[in-house]
């Protein structure tokens, strides 16, 4: 297995220690989960150079490096709405969104129609990633306030439990928001394909 597939699989096999690092009760189980998830980020952006520069590009890591970024950031969102950071249906959108776009590239390649990459895929997880390690922080910050026993002051500006949680629902939102955009980009730029479609 080569360098970007390795890092690839790295990727998969750290989100379920994000997930039990997440749900520890602590301040410094928050950090670790932040490291966790900007560590899975910087891994899928080095798995693409590397593979690209070395012309390492492999029928795995086509089909798996894919999956791992759903995998990583179905299971990061997925931690979030659970610990109270969002709600259920951003979790859906998420998913639906994957699971549509995965079956299209599985038909487009069955049927050996090429299925270009969009660019509304590109912002869509820039978005992802923007705004699910901003959560984080709100995370850090609120686990930080809570041992801290008192909201924290910057001035005329106040720091408080509820003021995280306030920003990271909109945040998450606005992600699910840019998500579902993206899937629906998907459907309208994959329209030779659907109408092969066998009814």
């Known amino acids: 297995m080569n360098l970007p597939n390795q890092l690839t699989t790295l990727r998969i096999l750290l989100t379920p220690v994000f997930a039990w690092v997440f749900f520890h009760d602590s301040?410094?189980?928050?950090?670790?989960?932040?490291?966790?998830?900007?560590?899975?980020?910087?891994?899928?952006?080095?798995?693409?150079?590397?593979?690209?520069?070395?012309?390492?590009?492999?029928?795995?890591?086509?089909?798996?490096?894919?999956?791992?970024?759903?995998?990583?950031?179905?299971?990061?969102?997925?931690?979030?709405?659970?610990a109270g950071w969002g709600q259920f249906w951003m979790i859906l959108v998420?998913?639906?969104?994957?699971?549509?776009?995965?079956?299209?590239?599985?038909?487009?390649?069955?049927?050996?129609?090429?299925?270009?990459?969009?660019?509304?895929?590109?912002?869509?997880?820039?978005?992802?990633?923007?705004?699910?390690?901003?959560?984080?922080?709100?995370?850090?910050?609120?686990?930080?306030?809570t041992k801290r026993g008192a909201p924290f002051d910057l001035g005329s500006f106040r720091l408080t439990s509820q003021l995280m949680h306030e920003s990271g629902w909109w945040a998450m939102a606005i992600m699910a928001v840019v998500t579902a955009i993206s899937g629906v980009d998907y459907m309208f730029g994959a329209r030779a394909t659907l109408r092969k479609l066998k009814m």
């Open 27 to 82: 301040l410094w189980a928050k950090v670790g989960a932040l490291c966790l998830s900007l560590t899975c980020e910087l891994t899928d952006l080095l798995d693409g150079i590397i593979a690209r520069r070395k012309n390492l590009i492999t029928d795995f890591g086509k089909l798996v490096d894919p999956l791992a970024d759903s995998i990583s950031r179905f299971t990061f969102t997925l931690c979030l709405v659970v």
């Open 94 to 145: 998420l998913f639906y969104r994957d699971s549509f776009v995965a079956t299209l590239r599985m038909f487009s390649a069955a049927n050996n129609i090429v299925m270009a990459a969009r660019s509304s895929g590109k912002v869509k997880a820039i978005f992802q990633f923007i705004v699910i390690n901003l959560v984080l922080i709100f995370t850090v910050v609120d686990a930080w306030i």
